[in-house]
């Protein structure tokens, strides 16, 4: 029984797992602070017995060689019962490691769940379409040849509409060599809009990625592949020769550029500074080359920590920056920075229909500290995040608006 997930498993226990599974000591520090738990009540979203239901699974202790002992534990129904909790487990997880924070030891959770998520795909047990959604970004890069001429046409007539709109020397370059900055967005209209007003204002000497910053293989804890899709950006910006890389609002891509491009990428990103694009208005705004009308905002607002824009990568105080540039009202919400909340949203849950149910669950939490504050707006800096807490919103009534901060400071802008 599970057996691909054990063979899968085995391959891909690091190290750093191996720790995890030897010093946990069950405290128990972690388990109020896992979002699911506290909603759920369920013990496949303890943090540590997610690592022991895998180790027991591991280590065979559900299955054992003994066929009449394998026949009495079938005709309970066990295995299939263990195979339901190994997928809750692995799959109700935003990988938001809130319990890391908690955990005497800083045990990562997110870590395992990220091997036992690929383990259990190669036994067909999970959400495919995320993995599907991984592949085409793959293999993006081996088509982008077709792409790109539609790519910049859509471009173009984006960018005419802007200099109407906007500033009549306003431009989108694609594809420039020798920019300063790479910009990779999102795919939709909506990731390039604010950006390409904020390098106008800024002077940046700019090009627009023909990639996109997402990455589901990572979701998928399928590293190699999540590598693939990243390479193709490295391989852009080193063909143009850009001095940095500026990833989107978006939580796990952002991860992916700040933790992992160093170990993935070694000497070929050497000299190539990564930043998501939150850090960079920031700096721009810190250092006068962009000026913003104070209190363009005049009602209450609160900002959202993505786990893996504050937890996960320590941006903290530059959204808190713009926002207090921007608007006469901010709130915290209780707990911020590296305590609060997760939506509820991550790990890929987003991509997959059937996870919505608990979705919602998961994010009751994150709906009553947001009511907690009395604000109108909700600020946050992740696709992810932003379409969770739309959910939020309409699930829980809770009569907000969801803002993305770099949307705000675009339309705060004074040239
Ligand atoms: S990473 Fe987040 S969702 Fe996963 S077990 Fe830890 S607290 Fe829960
Ligand atoms: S807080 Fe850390 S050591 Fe304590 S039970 Fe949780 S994972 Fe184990």
Redesign the pocket.
């Known amino acids: 029984m599970l057996t691909r997930f054990v063979d899968t498993i085995r391959q891909r226990f690091s190290r750093p797992l191996q720790y995890y599974q030897d010093i946990c000591v069950r405290c128990g520090a ?1 388990i109020d ?5 506290v909603v759920s009540g369920d013990p496949a ?1 303890i ?1 540590a017995y ?1 690592m022991t239901l895998a180790k027991k699974v591991m280590q065979g202790r559900v299955s054992d060689g003994n066929r009449l002992h394998n026949w009495y534990r079938e005709a309970w129904g066990q295995e299939s019962r263990t195979a339901a909790e190994l997928e809750r487990a692995m799959w109700e ?8 924070v908690f955990c005497p030891f800083a045990l990562d ?2 870590l395992l ?1 990220s091997a036992g998520r690929y383990s259990l795909l190669q036994e067909g047990i999970g959400p495919q379409m995320i993995a599907e959604i991984g592949n085409a970004e793959v293999s993006k890069g081996e088509i982008i040849e077709m792409i790109q001429e539609f790519y910049v046409d859509q471009t173009k007539e984006l960018e005419a509409r802007l200099q109407k709109e906007f500033a009549p020397d306003l431009r989108i370059p694609v594809e420039k060599e020798g920019a300063r900055v790479l910009y990779v967005p999102l795919v939709g209209e909506h990731a390039i809009v604010p950006l390409a007003k904020v390098f106008h204002a800024a002077q940046e000497d700019w090009t627009l990625s023909l990639f996109t910053a997402t990455n589901h293989s990572f979701f998928v804890g399928d590293m190699d592949k999540a590598r693939q899709a990243a390479h193709w950006i490295v391989q852009e910006a080193r063909r143009l020769g850009v001095k940095a890389i500026a990833y989107p609002e978006c939580g796990h891509a952002t991860r992916t550029l700040l933790s992992f491009f160093e170990s993935w990428f070694g000497d070929e990103i050497a000299g190539i500074e990564r930043i998501s694009v939150v850090q960079l208005v920031a700096s721009y705004l810190a250092e006068g080359r962009i000026r913003v009308k104070s209190g363009t905002f005049d009602v209450p607002l609160t900002y959202h920590d993505p786990c893996n824009l504050g937890r996960n990568s320590g941006i903290f105080e530059e959204p808190r920056a713009l926002l207090r540039a921007v608007a006469t009202d901010f709130r915290e919400l209780t707990p911020n920075r590296e305590l609060n909340w ?1 939506c509820g949203g991550g ?1 890929g849950l987003i991509a997959a229909p059937e996870m919505k149910e608990i979705r919602m669950k998961a994010g009751r939490p994150k709906a009553e500290q947001i009511r907690q504050t009395g604000a109108q707006w909700v600020v946050t800096t992740c696709e992810n995040c932003k379409t969770q807490l739309g959910d939020l919103n309409e699930h829980y009534g809770l009569g907000i608006e969801i803002k993305g901060l770099v949307d705000l400071v675009a339309e705060a802008l004074a040239l």
Not at 33 to 37: M, W
Not at 93 to 100: E, K, M, P
């Open positions: 972690c602070a896992c979002h699911f738990y979203h943090p997610r997880c935003t990988g938001c490691r809130r319990c890391a959770t997110a769940v997760c790990g």
